[in-house]
């Protein structure tokens, strides 16, 4: 029997995702805070609690203009660590450049396939590739600029898939985010996010799941 770890960062989240599950008992979906350490640290206390085979995070997040509109939906290739270095008169300095580990951790790529492959035959908006993890949401076009200027490849910004990450990979477990878009990533304009959207968009994700996982 498989057991698939949900993490989540906040209970309007955890009831989006648990609606499309429809109670299947392979699942378990936890709300562990936002943020990467609060994420992290949910994610180890449910990881030692119990044995999974797979761990998701899971969530509504900012889609970078031109690459992820408001309802897509994003599944990771990689969930990086993208504010996590060192600022210098030269520019961002990752933890990479820095010698002390990687910003990056890899996804599950053939939880990731099943699933891509589920919402394109469903005809949902969907993308592949790196979704950034900030512990500042951004505000400004510059920074949005910025941050694909250091991975040109990403589509999404969130707030705690590396810390989910950084859990499941300390005990071997696979991993994989996946994110519905409820804003652009830019000019902050928090009235504009479509939060409802996002999460409806959640809840067919894990439908989907629940058939290819
Ligand atoms: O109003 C704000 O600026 C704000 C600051 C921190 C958190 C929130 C949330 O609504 C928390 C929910 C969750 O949303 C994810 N999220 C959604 N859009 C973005 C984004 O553009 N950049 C980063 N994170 C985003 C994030 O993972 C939070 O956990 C609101």
Known sequence: MTNILIVTSVDAEKTAAEAGLKGDSRFHVISGGVGIAAASASTA?????RSYNLVIN?????????RAAVGDLVIATKSAAADLGAESEGGFISIDELGFGSAVIECDEKAGDSLWQECNHRFLPVHKGS???LSTVTGTADTADRLLGLYP???????????????????GRPY????????PVGPRDRGAWQIKEALARLTEASRLMKEVL
């Open 58 to 66: 899971m969530g509504i997040g900012g889609g970078f203009i031109g």
């Open 131 to 133: 979704v950034l993890t």
């Open 45 to 49: 206390t449910a990881l030692a609690a």
């Open 176 to 183: 994989l985010e996946v994110r519905s878009i409820s804003n």
């Open 153 to 171: 490849d990403a589509f999404c910004e969130a707030m705690e898939g590396f810390g989910v990450a950084t859990a499941a990979k300390q005990a």
